[in-house]
């Protein structure tokens, strides 16, 4: 396909050849009409306007611009005209972008899972006009790094009955499984977080996201969270606005609160000693949920808190340091 300069250089070459031009007169230096010429320009320009707006260039960025394994990510796009909606895929998972009327860019928040192997991944973009044109597509890639976690290994002693459990302590930990796998994998269409995550609680963590832990000599996955060292009766309170998806008592996460932000982004608090929500409750950024204990497997009174979006965990530590619309 010919670029616009080669378009325009052979309008160019129409107009002073048209009426059938002998060469030898164009050598002489004959010059064609304003008219013409004119007439040979609007056509370029038209020719230009008529371009699909998808080959055109968008400008996608994301935040952090390094992107790592098992971390939060805010793109942002700024598409070259006006769009009503602007969906995506990103690893195989669905985006819903917002606009922000400010910087008049789109938005949505995302994430990499712990998983995820270095390499280079695409964005893929749709954008939608009115009903009567079609939706303009654009894609991007992105590069993914291996993130570095600590590799200590946390030996940990629990009661047996959580390395080791018995028939009946096994058919809790199903029911457990049961409720986790029909709340957790809940994705609302409506986002309802807004601005930065804030930490639960003013308190130093003591284990971070994706060390290894041992329990009772017993290798387990990763951390998939953030551990704060409180003691029992501390004020925990919600990381953003949302709605109480669980407010319930689990095995493993003793007394738990699960928040929905919308799109497939949730926080989980475990451990807590007493709640103060309850299923279905609308909860603001800063408001008091519960306080934290050591309920379910713990070693101690703790916080352990979880970013979970779309069935993947994130790392809370690096959701806290973006700065979100």
């Not at 996608?60 to 909606?85: D, H, I, W, Y």
């Not at 993914?144 to 009946?168: D, W």
């Not at 977080?193 to 329990?215: E, H, L, M, Y």
Request: hydrophobic content about 40%; some cysteine; aromatic content about 10%.
């Amino acid at each position: 396909m010919l670029n616009l300069n080669q378009q325009l250089r052979m309008e160019t070459n129409r107009t002073i050849w048209h009426r059938g031009a002998h060469p030898s007169r164009v050598l002489q230096g004959r010059r064609p009409c304003a008219p013409t010429f004119a007439a040979g320009i609007a056509f370029v320009l038209l020719l230009f306007c008529a371009l699909p707006a998808s080959a055109t260039t968008w400008t996608v960025t994301s935040q952090p611009t390094r992107l790592v394994n098992g971390a939060p990510v805010l793109f942002q796009v700024k598409p070259t005209t006006k769009l009503e909606s602007l969906t995506g895929t990103w690893l195989g998972h669905k985006l819903t972008f917002s606009f922000d009327p400010s910087s008049k860019t789109w938005f949505a928040l995302a994430g990499v899972s712990f998983e995820t192997a270095p390499g280079s991944y695409t964005l893929e973009l749709s954008g939608g006009r009115t009903a009567s044109n079609s939706p303009l597509t654009f894609s991007r890639k992105f590069a993914v790094a291996a993130a570095i976690y600590p590799k200590i290994k946390v030996q940990l002693a629990v009661e047996k009955k959580f390395t080791e459990p018995s028939p009946e302590q096994l058919e809790q930990i199903e029911e457990a499984k049961k409720v986790k796998q029909e709340y957790l994998g809940r994705v609302t269409a409506e986002r309802e977080w807004r601005g930065n995550f804030a930490a639960p609680v003013d308190a130093a963590t003591s284990d971070v996201f994706g060390s290894q832990r041992i329990f009772n000599g017993v290798a387990q996955r990763e951390h998939q969270g953030l551990d704060y060292r409180v003691p029992t009766g501390t004020p925990v309170t919600a990381l953003n606005d949302g709605t109480v998806l669980l407010a319930r008592f689990l095995y493993y996460e003793g007394n738990c609160v699960v928040i929905d932000h919308g799109q497939g982004l949730l926080t989980l608090f475990f451990h807590l000693s007493e709640f103060k929500v309850k299923e279905g409750d609308v909860v603001k950024r800063g408001q008091e949920i519960g306080l934290s204990g050591g309920t379910g497997r713990v070693t101690g009174p703790h916080l352990h808190v979880a970013v979970r979006w779309q069935g993947t965990y994130l790392d809370p530590a690096r959701l806290f340091q973006l700065r979100l619309p």
